[in-house]
């Protein structure tokens, strides 16, 4: 039996100095300093290798592939419905904007472009479904991203509110995290038959802004949370745009490039609501960005609500008749790609199909892998915890990025 | 017949009959007890080390995938798994005691959990949290996922579900907590 | 949805003839261009040499579509790999989106029935995000982009040999994750039994 003697004498004499990486660069020696793949600021097992001068990052290497889950590739023995879970497992914090993305994709492949596939109820529940995931994802980026800063309340206000969201979300699907909630020509399930659930939505809604107030007034004045985020991260509107940067980033510097009003989808045509941009993208800016989204995210619910309440909306929330019934057997051909604004940015699925059970290929365009190529952009030059801020502000979830 | 129908075979299960009320009983679970060989004074010392070890046992902040987010939520207001005893969780293995393994093990990932999981000290518990950590889960046919955490280390607790509730979490945690107690923690000592 | 949309090809009918910055790029760089379809959600595609998706990439940037939207390829398993490109418009208002979406084929086999390994040029000179995409695509593909300044494996650890999302992949036996001192092997689960 290993005794506490025992243990004393397999601990060396001499600390191996030389396992500390250096590397020489110009008369310089900078430190590889290895962050991850457990680490508690990563947002998933996201390995970094970090070249230090002394405090200021000289480069950073992400290096990633740890939650590689080939979802991809079990697509092509997968039935084409089978595949909707194993998008949700993919950006899990908001898995039904993943569903939406491939639904969307294979519904142009089962229907064409201009086929009413989907009824006016099943889209406004779509919309519904969709923008409460935004705020839950919103929610918790943000109490993660003070977490990671060392602020340790926001994360349990944030959470609170997650909890009364995803409580609802329990209530129309069943699940708390991984919806699997859509379908090609609607979603599983209609709204509940509890006639309090759309008012207790509302009373939630209702409360939201003056939450998201709440955040602000604990954060905005807090000189040291501003000071770590003004100016870090930088990322000028040229780098942006050579980089493929989509989402609430490309709007902090300004473009106001959301594919909901741009390029609708859905019933976003009809619905009113803001494009929130901010004019640097920095952390504060992508910060401020976000805060915004969430209440134009209440206010878009809010408008949805209303108009179920009061529209006599036709349809069923699940077309019966949408590809002979069959949904589970469905075979589609053709090639498609669409695209939709997903929390993180722009998502699409381009899915290939020859007529059979399985598609040929599945592909899913993950915003969190596109938005990762640019943090060695963000961090060179700046300090080793503004490298932190600058990873925490592109909003990365692991399952997005490795799939 | 493969191995695992043949073994199942050999077992029969005694014919079930619909009149014998017998058959609502629930099911006696065998528990072993070990002999207590040390008296009444260490039995007690291993009954107050195991309370107190059961009683704080800290997790390590191990966040593969999306039951992370569970376990994340576990430590929100709502869930709270610090009443439990898990009040810290430690981002250095070497301070902690419980691994909660919550996530798809990756080829890639699986030599980095084998060092983690060294670095611990004894005693040490592990908690397969979630259906990729007990067996690969959904992500069976998948050539880059470990099928279950335990091809690698040893595990305590399962816990299914795909990803597990908060309060499924909580409950693993509570059966995790009577099976330290069940220890026989002098001997581990090695006195 | 954007704008321009055309109606999916029905068998019989002519075939659809590009326009708009299609034909203006099937015009600047004919060399270049080898085809042009439409895929059944209605955006058009224009298929692209191999050795021309740099220049053709260029134009498409050159002329407003700054932001590389997608970049996917495929094995369809019988005849041919291919890479789709998507490049899209920053826009602020609806009227400014436009996508334009680029292809390029390359074939399993040449004409005399050899094995063609899948090749392409790299844009990353054009767009710095093709940057891991491309690398991605090496990985998991194959498919090696010339130009790319360091074209290494993504996902897959550095040894692994074999490149996984083909059709024809076969996965190894055994994975032994190398660790100081001591070797973890993971073996391949065989015939499904516990």
């Known amino acids: 039996m290993v005794g506490a003697r025992d243990v004393r004498d397999q601990i060396p004499a001499t600390f191996d100095a030389g396992r500390l990486k250096t590397v020489k660069v110009d008369d310089r020696h900078l430190m590889e300093l290895n962050m991850g793949p457990q680490h508690p600021s990563t947002h998933g097992v996201l390995r970094l290798k970090v070249k230090l001068d002394g405090e200021i990052v000289v480069d950073v290497e992400p290096i990633i592939g740890y939650l590689h889950r080939s979802s991809e590739k079990l697509a092509e023995n997968m039935n084409w419905v089978k595949f909707i879970p194993l998008t949700d497992r993919m950006d899990y914090l908001s898995a039904m904007h993943n569903n939406h993305g491939y639904v969307l994709a294979v519904e142009q492949l089962l229907g064409g472009p201009d086929e009413q596939v989907v009824s006016e109820r099943a889209e406004h529940i779509r919309v519904f479904a969709a923008e409460m995931s935004r705020l839950c994802n919103h929610l918790f980026w943000m109490g993660t991203f003070m977490l990671d800063m060392g602020a340790l309340t926001p994360l349990f206000y944030a959470l609170r509110e997650r909890e009364t969201a995803l409580g609802f979300l329990e209530e129309l699907c069943g699940a708390r995290l991984t919806f699997n909630y859509f379908r090609f020509g609607g979603v599983k399930f209609d709204l509940p038959d509890d006639p309090t659930y759309l008012p207790r939505v509302k009373t939630f809604l209702a409360d939201m802004p003056s939450k998201v107030d709440e955040y602000q007034r604990l954060l905005k004045r807090n000189d040291i949370l501003v000071g770590r985020l003004r100016g870090t991260g930088p990322l000028s509107r040229d780098e942006v745009l050579d980089w493929g940067i989509t989402g609430p980033m490309l709007r902090a510097s300004g473009v106001a490039h959301d594919l909901r009003k741009v390029a609708p989808y859905s019933i976003y045509k009809e619905l009113d609501f803001d494009v929130p941009t901010a004019t640097e993208s920095d952390c504060y800016g992508r910060l401020v960005v976000r805060w915004a989204e969430m209440v134009q995210s209440v206010r878009i619910v809010q408008q949805v609500i209303d108009r179920i309440e009061k529209r006599d909306l036709e349809g069923l929330h699940l077309n019966p008749d949408y590809a002979g019934g069959k949904i589970l057997r469905v075979k589609a051909k053709g090639e498609a790609y669409s695209r939709i604004e997903h929390p993180k940015g722009e998502y699409g699925c381009h899915v290939i199909g020859d007529g059979k059970l399985q598609p040929i290929r599945v592909k899913v365009r993950a915003p969190s892998f596109a938005n990762l190529q640019v943090l060695p952009i963000m961090a060179r030059g700046q300090k080793i915890a503004d490298l932190i801020a600058s990873l925490g502000s592109i909003d990365i979830v692991l399952g997005d990025v490795d799939r | ?191 | 949805m954007p704008e321009e949309k055309k109606p999916a090809q029905d068998a019989g009918e002519a075939a659809p003839r590009p326009d708009g910055d299609h034909r203006a790029l099937a015009e600047a760089s004919p060399d270049d261009v080898s085809g042009y379809a439409v895929l059944e959600d209605g955006v058009p595609v224009t298929e692209v040499r191999a050795d021309g998706i740099f220049s053709a990439a260029r134009w498409a940037r050159d002329h407003g579509y700054r932001i590389l939207s997608l970049l996917s390829a495929y094995d369809d398993g019988k005849t041919e790999f291919g890479v789709l490109y998507a490049f899209v418009k920053p826009a602020n208002t609806p009227g400014d989106f436009a996508e334009m979406r680029l292809k390029v084929r390359m074939p399993r086999k040449d004409e005399a029935g050899n094995d063609l390994e899948p090749e392409c040029q790299s844009i990353v000179d054009v767009f710095s995000a093709a940057d891991w995409q491309e690398r991605e695509m090496y990985d998991l593909y194959g498919i090696v982009f010339h130009g790319h300044p360091a074209l290494r494996r993504i996902f897959m650890p550095e040894g692994w040999s074999g490149f996984p999302h083909r059709k024809d992949y076969r996965e190894p036996e055994q994975f032994i994750a190398m660790r100081d001192g001591e070797d973890i092997v993971l073996k391949t689960q065989e015939d499904g039994s516990w």
């Open chain 2, 1 to 191: 017949m493969s191995p695992g129908e043949a073994a199942h075979a050999e077992a029969e299960a005694p014919a079930y009959d619909p009149a014998d009320p017998s058959h609502l009983e629930a099911p006696r679970i065998p528990i072993v007890v070990e002999e207590q060989r040390e008296g009444l004074v260490l039995t007690v010392l291993s009954k107050l080390v195991n309370w107190g070890r059961s009683n704080s046992v800290w997790p390590f902040t191990f966040g593969l995938a999306c039951c992370a987010i569970e376990m994340i939520t576990s430590q929100a207001p709502a869930f709270d798994i610090s009443r439990f005893g898990s009040e810290v969780f430690r981002a250095s293995p070497r301070q902690c005691d419980l691994m909660i393994v919550p996530g798809t093990v990756t080829k890639k990932m699986a030599p980095r959990i084998k060092t983690l999981y060294d670095q611990m000290p004894d005693p040490k518990y592990v908690i397969a949290m979630g259906a990729c950590a007990t067996n690969g889960g959904p992500y069976q046919d998948s050539y880059f996922v470990v099928k279950g955490v335990d091809k690698i280390i040893p595990v305590d607790v399962y816990i299914p579900g795909c990803p597990p509730r908060p309060e499924a979490l909580l409950d693993g945690v509570q059966k995790l907590q009577q099976k330290i107690r069940d220890q026989n923690a002098i001997l581990e000592l090695g006195f």
